[in-house]
């Protein structure tokens, strides 16, 4: 397989969390947040399956770069921003789609911000800000607190303020 190709074992791996995050749209659309949940966590596993093998057989390119930072802002800022809405907040005051505004941009300016720093074939020690995909599961614990009557909808909000903040913060956490 042609390494340089959009089509490189690694970006289909990508292509596949593409495709477990639609999957998890679906199960959202439909209440079945369970297989959604399931789904978004096969897409993080493909995330971080399709950067090793991409490191290990020389396969990064620009085009996976941008490709990787698509479906992380499928999978880990969409998906688990539906996920809360349709669970929680569906019935809520409409002051709360700031929130969600928010951490959408959020999330999306710390990929580009990653796409504009990041070179093919080279990793950094650590992050700058919390990467997306820490950030989707910082999100589940917020559905997990929720589920469990642990926080209501404004302390939720509150959260997903903070850690969208946090995605664009000076924070160093260490590349695994």
């Known amino acids: 397989m042609n390494p340089n190709s959009d089509f490189n074992l690694a970006n289909l791996i990508t292509f596949g969390n593409i495709g477990a995050g639609l999957v998890a749209i679906y199960f959202i659309s439909h209440g079945m947040y ?53 669970a929680i907040f569906k019935e809520a005051s409409p002051l709360f789609g700031f929130v969600f505004l928010f951490y959408t941009v959020a999330g999306l300016r710390r990929l580009i911000n990653f796409n504009l720093n990041s070179s093919e074939g080279s990793v950094q020690k650590f992050f700058v800000g919390v990467p997306t995909p820490l950030g989707a599961i910082l999100l589940w614990f917020g559905f997990l607190s929720w589920s469990f009557g642990f926080a209501n909808e404004i302390g939720i909000g509150i959260y ?17």
């Not at 093998?53 to 539906?82: C, E, M, W, Y």
């Not at 997903?160 to 695994?176: A, C, F, M, V």
Request: glycine residues 8%.
């Open 34 to 86: 369970e297989y959604a949940v399931i789904s978004a966590w096969i897409g993080g596993a493909l995330d971080i399956l399709d950067g090793k093998v991409a490191r290990k057989f020389g396969l990064s390119t620009q085009f996976g770069i941008q490709l990787d930072s698509f479906a992380d802002f499928l999978s880990f800022v969409l998906v688990p921003l539906l996920l809360l809405y349709f």
């Open 160 to 176: 997903i303020l903070l850690i969208g903040y946090l995605l664009n913060s000076k924070i160093k956490i260490p590349h695994p």
